[in-house]
């Protein structure tokens, strides 16, 4: 069984549709794939009418924004009750602190590349989490970069001279919220480095105590040594390994089912969520 637990739609920072990122994870082989838009659920109806036809099964799931000390991070919830106001108060207060970052950081852009905000919008579609892919996306429709993973590289960086910051729950809290909600909260790519900084050994203990569930530790952005790393972490502290390609469309080069989950994993995922994969 082919389990791809991590992919995005134009919901947030994909280049395709709900429906449509399901007819590719069929054309993909998969039998499983988990829709994770960042911080909304806006996609989980479209990819479940899909997924019926395509007779593929769909876990609903989202990618949550948090910090854990100043580092930026993200825990996939799977299967949470999206009505439920533990989670639902979150989401909604970091999509709007993203919009407020993207407009700041678009402010400053503008000083010295020609973007403006409307441009933005234009890449961002139906997107109901806008955020940094959207300025890259207007960024190449200009002509200021090749592509999404240039203008990361240069203008975008977490480092760079155009970065705000925005508002993310505590981890601790995010893990909690998730797991009030219903939801079964794993790290997602926790061991990212070329990203920017990554969290000490010392989180996974916490954020375990605190109700995290798992480690994506079948990443694209994970070697060999961060992999074994995160597996012995796994391993130590209970938690279930998970994988996905973290797909994006034409966003990243990312391909639907380049990393993959087991399905002891995805059956106690299940059997800890609040609602059942859909078949």
């Known amino acids: 069984m082919r389990i791809d637990l991590h992919a995005h739609s134009s919901a947030s920072d994909g280049t395709e549709a709900p429906a449509d990122v399901v007819a590719a994870a069929w054309r993909a082989g998969l039998d499983v794939l988990a829709l994770t838009d960042h911080d909304t659920t806006v996609g989980w109806p ?25 580092v930026s991070v993200h825990l996939l919830s ?31 852009l503008a000083a010295d590349h020609p973007i403006t905000w409307q441009d ?4 961002s579609d139906d997107a109901v989490t806008v955020g940094r892919p959207h300025i890259a996306d207007a960024l ?22 155009y970065h705000v910051p925005h508002y993310a729950p505590d981890a601790g809290a995010a893990v909690a919220a ?8 794993v790290f997602a790519h926790p061991g990212a480095d070329a990203r920017g ?23 694209r952005d994970h070697g060999p040594e961060q992999r074994a790393r995160l597996g012995a972490i796994a391993e130590r502290l209970g938690l279930l390994v998970t994988g996905g390609s973290d797909y994006h469309g034409a966003g990243k080069a990312n391909r639907l089912g380049e990393n993959l989950t087991d399905p002891a994993a995805l059956a106690e995922i299940e059997a800890r969520g609040a609602s059942e994969v859909i078949r």
């Open 46 to 70: 479209a990819a479940a009418e899909a997924a019926g036809r395509a007779g593929i099964a769909l876990v609903r799931g989202t990618e949550v924004s948090a910090r854990w000390r100043g």
């Open 78 to 108: 799977y299967l949470q009750d999206p009505e439920h106001p533990a989670l639902a108060r979150e989401l909604a207060r970091t999509r709007e602190a993203r919009v407020a970052r993207a407009r700041a950081m678009v402010d400053l």
């Open 120 to 123: 933005v919008l234009a890449e």
């Open 140 to 161: 190449v429709a200009r002509g200021v970069v090749p592509d999404r993973d240039a203008a990361f590289r240069h203008l975008l960086r977490a480092d760079g001279p």
């Open 178 to 185: 998730i797991v009030e909600s219903g939801g079964v909260p």
């Open 197 to 219: 900084r990554v969290v000490p050994d010392e989180t996974f203990d916490e954020l375990a105590a605190a109700g995290l569930v798992g480690l994506e530790v079948r990443h």
